[in-house]
């Protein structure tokens, strides 16, 4: 089993919709959460971090339940920009990261 | 500004030839580490380094060494590269305080012919 799934994708949606990513992780001692966008070829670039419930940062929500060990992303009025593959990245308490194989995002005009 | 360097950024290289990948940044983080990521595979952790002199292996080691000599540096070493070492390889770095969230260099694009 994977330490990180994510649902590949692709996600096709036009600009304004909302769309949303899961994240599970295997690993129960995860103690920080975080979402990375990526663009073709360039390198991950932190989006949000989440130590506690979620975060919220404008049009970006994440949320994180320990139980059920996921993280979601919620992304609000999807802009033609936003395209990109969104990585989730749990870290444990010993500094060891994963990451899942990311989420395709195409949003259309 | 803040960054994470990589060099080189594209390389085509022939099996058994030597070569290094040098990693640096300055932020002072202690944390480095190198990926790799391959098409449907995702990120995989080669070696991790919490501080200087103090490496360990990832999750994808073999055929790759590392150094730590400096809290700055972090060269990726393939004494003998092959084909499958063909890949995007990524240099990170963070502090191992407070958030923990890694920053990322612009990659390196390796191809062993």
């Known amino acids: 089993r994977k330490e990180v799934e994510q649902d590949p994708g692709p996600f096709n949606v036009p600009e304004g919709a909302t769309v949303a990513f899961n994240c599970t992780y295997s690993?129960?001692?995860?103690?920080?959460f975080f979402w990375y966008r990526q663009d073709c070829r360039k390198e991950p670039k932190l989006l949000m971090s989440?130590?506690?419930s979620g975060n919220e940062d404008g049009r970006f929500t994440a949320q994180l339940n320990r139980a059920s060990q996921y993280i979601s992303l919620l992304i609000r009025d999807s802009k033609l920009s936003d395209s990109a593959t969104y990585l989730c990245g749990p870290r444990d308490n010993f500094n060891k990261f994963y990451f899942g194989s990311g989420t395709k995002l195409n949003v259309k005009p | 500004e803040a960054q994470v360097t990589q060099n080189p950024r594209y390389l085509i290289t022939v099996t058994g030839k030597k070569l290094t990948v040098t990693c640096s940044q300055n932020m002072n983080h202690e944390y480095m580490s190198w990926y790799r990521q391959d098409p449907g595979l995702g990120l995989r952790q080669i070696y991790y380094?919490?501080?200087?002199?103090?490496?360990d292996k990832g999750d994808v080691p073999e055929g790759y060494k590392v150094s730590r000599k400096e809290k700055r540096n972090f060269p990726l070493i393939l004494e003998s590269p092959s084909p499958n070492q063909t890949s995007l390889y990524f240099c990170?770095?963070?502090?191992?305080?407070?958030?923990?969230?890694?920053?990322f260099g612009p990659g390196t694009r390796l191809t062993v012919t």
């Open positions: 989440v130590y506690s």
């Open positions: 690993n129960s001692a995860s103690q920080s």
């Open positions: 990170a770095s963070s502090l191992l305080q407070g958030g923990g969230e890694q920053y």
């Open positions: 380094s919490m501080n200087v002199e103090v490496t």
